[in-house]
């Protein structure tokens, strides 16, 4: 049962790993998109897709289109219902 | 020798809308054993008149785009059949140009898009209804290019219904034009993976032979037709016999036969019709190259003349300088091996497992007559063979007009949404474009794009920079929508018209995403200075506002 930011963070970058296909990379909440590398906007699509797999969720346009941190993500993962 | 045979597949993806995940997904379905490349943006014509960028080509294309007759039958739109039919005979021959350019051409089948809202009563109405028109076109597109055996027209209509999920996702759409939702794309690709991997491995068709030494033992020039040797109890004629023998029951079962051999025509048809133990005779070949031409020459001409492929070719000659000849210069020809024992090249053509398993019907065992027979052919004089043709037949406008309150909100969009068209990726509100826009030394125009289809809209934003002595070209941004039909040189050309006397710069700052403007940019302002000497398309009119 995910509990708090950190599991939904380590949950996001196994995601993000596996899709931008490496792990030099270390997320924090105040992270943005651009600055890992092969996160481009191909890869967020992918990366979102994932997410709502992985939780069963399914984000709205907007939710996607306001998503500006990586901590704005996890919060929409931690929140979604 | 047969690990010419698994050829390594690499495919090129050209759609009209973003289907980039398709490549990922079929490289991983196929274990990394595809590769592929994704074709620009929604320029599937062009790319299908234009030279083969890969081995194999896959066409994923929505039928309101690529007929946008269709589109607007969907829309309601009062069109008529015949219309959208002839726009299908269109795209048939730019098809058509493709198989003679790529080993396989695989299209997906078109489907009613999920888009769109279709009473389900109407649509079935006999020409007129989207599904029993729909239905035509597949039916017409794949009549049109049936003999076009390279061609494979992968059912979609099945495939999409024994889907259980959504096939289009709006907010893809929304975000990215992606027509298609992702669990549908990484269907698609399990789906067609194999059918990709089929195709190409047992894909031999034709074979082209030598004669002196190859069908028989002996120079029919040096030793007349009495001193060549078929059979006749001599081990060597024996042997050639035997590999007369192999190629026949090939023939029989629809793979096709022809000759290349370097001798006077009438002296080695003389043998091929006249030696008493000849088993293949003149009607057993769809193509005969008897003359002192390169070998290389000839078999290009015969592949042409047979509409078919480099690689579903087999090349059989006894001398190594021609097979390393003809393997140098056509490399995707099959050339096997062949040893100095006669005796073993039966053996090696039979276990070749290269050739096309076809069920040997009667019609199979006609295709070879068929070949020879005058074929149906498209009517040349409806379609658009080439790039030139097509581009005229669109009848493109391009409208030029100053920027203005109107206008302002699409030229902002458009500034701060283009990426690969785009001279510097600056970005700027509307507000911030107006004042900019203001100063007496700058000067702002957008160009508007129509072609006999429709209205693109206001697809291109330039503004430009001067004082006495020289001019600056500050932004250039196009939609790559209208990408590919020589718009950019048009815009130019109505540019350089103002600035006569003097210098205008042009100069890229490059972005991960703009490589189409730095391409431009080296080709019309190669040291940053725009070549005055551009003129507008001949296929482009354009009309100032």
Known sequence: MLEDSEDYLDRLSDIVSEIVGHNNFTLKLDMHANEIEGWDSLAHIQIIHECEISLGIRFSLEEISKLNTVGDLVFLMQNKK | ?545
Not at chain 2, 88 to 102: G, H, K, L, P, W
Not at chain 2, 166 to 178: E, F, K, S, V
Not at chain 2, 231 to 259: F, T, V
Not at chain 2, 398 to 416: D, G, H, I, P
Request: with cysteine; glycine share 4%.
């Open chain 2, 1 to 545: 020798m047969f690990s010419d045979v698994m050829n390594k597949l690499s495919i090129y993806i050209a759609a009209d809308s973003v289907v980039d995940y398709l490549g990922e997904y079929i490289k991983r379905s196929s274990k990394s054993q595809i590769e592929y490349e994704i074709g620009p943006y929604n320029q599937v014509n062009q790319i299908l008149l234009s030279k083969a960028k890969s081995q194999s080509i896959f066409l994923w294309t929505a039928p309101d785009v690529q007929i946008p007759s269709f589109g607007k039958l969907l829309s309601f739109e009062p069109i008529t059949l015949d219309s959208i039919l002839k726009e299908v005979e269109q795209f048939a021959s730019q098809i058509n140009n493709a198989c003679r350019e790529y080993e396989q051409v695989f299209m997906l089948s078109w489907i009613i898009p999920e888009e769109f809202s279709i009473p389900l009563s109407l649509s079935t109405k006999s020409k007129e209804g989207p599904s029993d028109v729909l239905a035509r076109m597949n039916i017409y597109l794949s009549d049109l290019l049936k003999e076009n055996n390279n061609f494979h027209l992968i059912d979609q209509s099945i495939l999409s219904s024994r889907f259980t999920n959504n096939i289009h996702d709006p907010r893809l759409y929304a975000m990215a034009r992606i027509r298609y939702s992702l669990n549908y794309i990484k269907y698609i690709a399990e789906k067609v993976t194999p059918i990709i991997k089929a195709s190409v491995v047992a894909s031999k068709k034709l074979i082209i032979c030598d004669l002196d030494n190859t069908l028989w033992s002996g120079i029919v020039g040096d030793d007349g037709l009495e001193g060549i040797k078929i059979g006749s109890n001599n081990p060597l004629g024996e042997a050639h016999l035997q590999l007369q023998k192999a190629l026949k029951a090939l023939k029989n079962r629809g793979i096709l036969l022809a000759i290349s051999s370097k001798n006077n025509f009438n002296v080695a048809l003389e043998a091929i019709e006249k030696h008493p133990n000849m088993l293949l005779r003149k009607e057993d070949f769809v193509a005969k190259k008897i003359n002192w031409n390169d070998k290389a020459v000839n078999i290009l001409e015969i592949l042409s003349d047979l509409n078919l492929h480099a690689s579903s070719a087999v090349f059989l000659d006894d001398n190594p300088t021609e097979r390393d000849r003809v393997k140098k210069a056509i490399p995707e020809i099959l050339v096997p091996e062949l040893p100095q024992d006669v005796a073993e090249w039966a053996g090696i053509l039979n276990s070749l497992d290269c050739f096309e398993t076809l069920s040997t019907s009667h019609e199979d065992k006609e295709r070879s007559k068929s070949y020879i027979d005058e074929r149906k052919r498209i009517n040349s004089s409806k379609l658009f063979g080439n790039i030139k043709d097509w581009l005229n037949s669109l009848e493109l406008v391009l409208k030029v007009e100053q920027l203005n309150k109107y206008n302002l909100q699409r030229s902002t969009q458009l500034l701060n949404k283009t990426n690969q068209f785009n001279l510097t990726t600056r970005r700027m509100s509307e507000n911030e474009l107006l004042k900019w826009s203001e100063n007496s030394q700058r000067f702002c125009l957008t160009f508007s794009v129509s072609d006999r289809y429709g209205e693109s809209g206001l697809t291109a934003f330039v503004s430009i920079e001067r004082n006495l002595s020289k001019a600056k070209i500050i932004d250039f941004v196009m939609s790559c929508r209208v990408m590919g039909k020589g718009i950019e040189d048009a815009i130019i050309s109505q540019i350089i018209k103002n600035y006569e006397k003097i210098n205008l710069y042009m100069e890229t700052i490059p972005s991960d995403r703009n490589s189409p403007m730095q391409e431009f940019c080296k080709k019309v302002a190669p040291n940053g200075i725009i070549n005055k000497e551009i003129i507008c398309p001949k296929h482009i009119k354009i009309i100032e506002i």
